[in-house]
Every structure is written in structure tokens, then in C-alpha cells.
């Protein structure tokens, strides 16, 4: 059962679509692709993902749709599973929910200003285990 009622907009999986495309490249710093396992299905997916802030051991993702969709409950589920930032493939692994504090704590200039700006409650936090 979903922790959380917040449902991406009709458009989301189209656009997801495309951004798998780009995402996870080194062109495109913001946008990583988190690629996972289906719980029940074990059918790996690959979904588009905004790392929020980093620090050498951890990525901290943006949850704009909360901490209930099915590639979070997959990835904590498994325990953690690959992702792909700046043309580099993360093993990653603990994911927790955590509040807006640590990315903000880990974030420095400009970025933390952006992520003030969100004001979003819950980002993911990924220990990078290592690069694969």
C-alpha cells in the first residue's frame, strides 16, 4: 500500500519516456536515471530521477510525487539498485526517506537556495555502495 496519496499528473509517464533518453548522462547534471526491480513482477525499469544534492557517500533524490511511488518502494524493497549521474553507473543502496534538512545541509550555494525554494518534504537519501 502507497505511504503517500500524491499521484504524478497524466503526463508523467510520457514525459518519463523522454527523459530516460537524456537523463544520467554527463550532459545533463540534474537528471539521473534510478534503475530498479518490480517487487512483485522482478521486471527492471528504469526511471528518471533529480539528484536534489550529493556528498561522496550519498545522493539525495527529489520525491516531488512523495515517498510512496513504486520506484521508491522498489529500491527499498530491494535495498538499493543502480544509479546512473554524469555518464557514471552508481551501485547504490539504504534508501531512506529523510527530510529536507540533509540535502540542504549538503547542498552549497546556488543549489541550496534552488532547494529552499522547493520546499519539498521528503527526498530520498542513496549510500553510494560503489561505481559499477
Not at 41 to 62: E, H, M, N, Q, R
Not at 78 to 99: D, F, N, Q, Y
Request: without cysteine; glycine residues 10%.
Amino acid at each position: 500500500m502507497a505511504t503517500n496519496a500524491k499521484r504524478p499528473p497524466a503526463g508523467a509517464q510520457k514525459f518519463n519516456r523522454v527523459a530516460v533518453m537524456a537523463a544520467g548522462s554527463r550532459f545533463f547534471p540534474l537528471w539521473a536515471t534510478a534503475e530498479h526491480r518490480g517487487r512483485k513482477s522482478g521486471k527492471s525499469y528504469t526511471t528518471p530521477i533529480a539528484i536534489a544534492a550529493s556528498t561522496t557517500d550519498s545522493l539525495f533524490v527529489a520525491l516531488p510525487w512523495g515517498s510512496g511511488t513504486d520506484w521508491v518502494r522498489n529500491l527499498q524493497a530491494a535495498g538499493g539498485g543502480t544509479v546512473r549521474w554524469k555518464g557514471v553507473a552508481h551501485a547504490v543502496s539504504e534508501p531512506t526517506i529523510v527530510s529536507a534538512d540533509e540535502p540542504l545541509a549538503a547542498a552549497g550555494g546556488i543549489q541550496r537556495r534552488m532547494l529552499a525554494r522547493w520546499r519539498m518534504e521528503h527526498y530520498l537519501r542513496l549510500h553510494r555502495a560503489s561505481s559499477a
